[in-house]
Each structure stands twice: as structure tokens, then as C-alpha cells.
């Protein structure tokens, strides 16, 4: 990449890190949040997926405010009021429990990320940039999984985007190998704060994106007792496009999603919004 282009890309996913996807009030601690923490928003380690959920939702909500009020035309205005009620639809259905049902997921790139028959679950949400995954245990987030879109890189190599990282989060511990035991050997860049462990891991090669992983350091040193059931290699879908057509099937899990929302989905008609 040439110099010049590494600079854009330097500004923009400076600009996209520093923006983040969720609101940021920083923490009720006396201690001021890192860079690492800051990324989080407002979400915390610790809950559930209905609360993962509205604060995505009003942040959807939130995104569509200013051009519903700006518009003076009623279709143009249903439109849009179509539009916010799918994104959220969307997310609500994406929420996935991993009961040892094969899936997708089990030969994708999150395969390592969840174990079966442990009570564990995600909710993805694509952003304009990234698709996000958050994971719980026992009903409690303690994972985030970002892939940036290429778009978001545009050709630079991992060691700049690994450069990039440390500029806005700090200097990083530079790693080789296996990630995940029967998994292709990947390299990653490594952080380790006593409240939020991260990894930026290159998936350029086989999926065509890297990713930052931001993992709740608590839960991680409990895995061993949460994880009661040992992983059993599930069977899984051949191909990514299966991921693909996993995650537009809107009515995968529908009535986990109807407990975790609060809502009750009607399959006869297309949702609206709620009324405040």
C-alpha cells in the first residue's frame, strides 16, 4: 500500500474505532476506561441478550430519528419506518443457542469462538462496517467478535492494520499458531487489561477479513467450570454459503428469540414499530 493510501486508511479506520458502533458514557469507576473498554459503549460484560438486544434496537431506532423527521412524504416516511422495524427483526431473529444443533456456525470462521450443550448463545448484528457478534454464557455477554469488512482496510497488509490498532489501543504482543486445535495456523496481535482481554486476528487469507475479539477476562478464567460439557465435534454445514443462507432464515430459533426479546412475532403480518 502506498504511503499515501495507508494514511487515509490510517484516518478512516482511526475515525471508525474512535467512532465506534455504540454510544460511549465511559464508567462509573474512579478510574478512567481504556481504549479497549471505550470500544464496548454503553454495552458490559455480564448481560443478557434481551438487554444486548434493546440497546441494539435503540440504536437502530436512533439511527433512523433524523431522517423520519426530516421527510415530508408519508411513503417516504413508511419506507423508512419499514426499514428500521426490519434491521431490528433481523437482530432479534439472528439470536442463536448452540444446543448442539449443527449449524453453520460449527465450520465457519467461529468455529473455536462456543462450545455446544453449555448454555451458550450469540446475537450478530451487521453494521456499516462490520458484522458483530456477541456471545453469552449462562445468559451473561462475555464475548465480541468484529470482522471489519474489507472495504474498512482497503488492501492494507495485517501489520498495518495491526499498526493501526496499537495506535488507538496500545502496544499489542505479536503471535503465531494455532488459535483453535484443528484449525488453520493464523497469526494475531494480543492485548491483556485486567478488564477486557483482546485479539486482532487475521482471517484475510481463507475468509477475507481480519477481526478484533474482545473477551471479558472473569468469565475466561471460569470457562473450565462452565464448560461442563466437553466440545464434541458437531456436524457441520460444507460451505460458507450455507452460513449465509443460515443467517437469512428468519424463522432459525424464532421462539428463542420471541423469549429474549419480550415480544411476541407475528407471522402473518409484517412487523411495525412499537409505539413509544
Partial sequence: MRRSSYGAFLVAFGLLLGAGVYADKGSA???????LEQSMGDIQWGWTPKQVYRHLKKNVEASYQEPISKTTDAIEEDRLRH???EEARQIRDSYFEFDGTPSAYDSGYLK???THNNGESLIRVRTKNTQDYFFFIKERLWKRYRAFDASVFEGA??????????????KAK???????????????YEWKES????????????????CLILEDPKTVARLGQL???????AEASDTLV??????????QHADIADRITGEIRRHDTPEVDEKK
Fill in 112 to 114: 473455536g469462538e462456543f
Fill in 242 to 251: 450455507d452460513m449465509v443462507a443460515d443467517e437469512s432464515n428468519d424463522d
Fill in 83 to 85: 426499514k428500521m422495524a
Fill in 29 to 35: 469507576s474512579n478510574r478512567a476506561p481504556s481504549a
Fill in 195 to 210: 478488564r477486557v482481554l483482546a485479539r486482532a486476528v487475521d482471517n484475510n487469507e481463507f475468509y477475507g477479513f481480519y
Fill in 227 to 233: 464448560r461442563k460439557n466437553k466440545p464434541v465435534q
Fill in 157 to 170: 497488509t495485517f501489520a498495518q492494520f495491526g499498526n493501526a490498532l496499537q495506535q488507538r489501543y496500545g
Fill in 174 to 188: 505479536q503471535k503465531n499458531g494455532v488459535l483453535v486445535p484443528g484449525s488453520e495456523s493464523a497469526q494475531w
